[in-house]
């Protein structure tokens, strides 16, 4: 049976009080799209207020410590995000793995801490563009995969995994066809391979660059079973056309 589309957007530093509204709006317009999952992960600080102005709506953060609690100073533990109202969080976002020097064993650990909270996970990989040019994406982004993902996957809490090819984030360009076809199946056949039937529940969403005239090609490629969408999520009417492609595959 096929997955149920999951389409979340990553607001990154974006989002103050005043744009509550527009967290409404989408939460409202999303409900026309019941065969969806939809959500929208905010900064930390406005996960509180989200997830008060749209019950029943997915509100997720955008990154997590791994440590239960203890001195580790401006970080937000799995704990928190829940208590603060959140369903979800993203963990491994390439923009992290760069700026803050994350790496795979820390990712992992994030993941783990929130999946034993009960938080469903958005884990990212993706490929920088000398890795693409040199025909090493697959093989990169597996070891990533591999080496950031949870020892066993869990019933309880969802894992996602998110392909962003580093290149493809915020710059209108984004991979083939063929390209995203091949690197999700090869995604999908880890995750079986460390799963077992499991691995085949887990969505592998795309992220770089989705946008609402480029989301219906993307959602009919095998084994793309949603996005996760930055710059285009930040407003419902660049958004909810990219929900509305997911409900049409
Ligand atoms: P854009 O959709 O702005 O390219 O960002 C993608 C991304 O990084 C989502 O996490």
């Given at each position: 049976m096929a997955l149920r589309k999951l389409v979340a957007g990553n607001w990154k530093m974006h989002g103050l009080s005043a744009d509550l509204e527009e967290i409404r709006t989408i939460a409202e317009a999303s409900r026309a799209y019941p065969t969806v999952d939809v959500a929208l992960c905010v900064p930390a600080i406005l996960i509180e207020r989200a997830a008060r102005a749209v019950p029943g709506f997915a509100i997720g953060g955008q990154d997590v410590h791994q440590a239960e609690k203890g001195a580790h100073t401006g970080c937000t533990s799995a704990l928190m995000l829940l208590d603060s109202g959140a369903s979800l969080t993203i963990v491994g976002h390439s923009e992290r793995r760069e700026a803050q020097r994350e790496n795979d064993g820390e990712v992992k650990a994030k993941a783990e801490s929130a999946l034993g909270v009960g938080l469903t996970v958005i884990l990212c990989v993706g490929e920088s563009l000398e890795v693409r040019e040199r025909g090493a994406a697959v093989a990169t982004v597996i070891a990533q995969l591999d080496a950031s993902i949870p020892h066993e996957s869990t019933e309880e809490a969802e894992l996602a995994v998110a392909y962003e090819p580093i290149w493809a984030i915020g710059t209108g360009k984004i991979p083939t066809v063929g390209e995203i076809a091949e690197m999700h199946s090869a995604i999908r056949e880890q995750l079986v391979h460390r799963?077992?039937?499991?691995?085949?529940?887990v969505r592998i969403l795309y992220g770089g660059s989705v946008k609402a005239s480029n989301a219906g090609e993307i959602f009919s490629i095998a084994d793309v079973n949603g996005a996760l969408v930055?710059?285009?999520?930040?407003?419902a009417a660049d958004f909810i056309p990219i929900v509305a492609a997911a409900a049409l595959v």
């Open positions: 799963y077992g039937a499991a691995g085949n529940q930055g710059g285009a999520s930040l407003k």
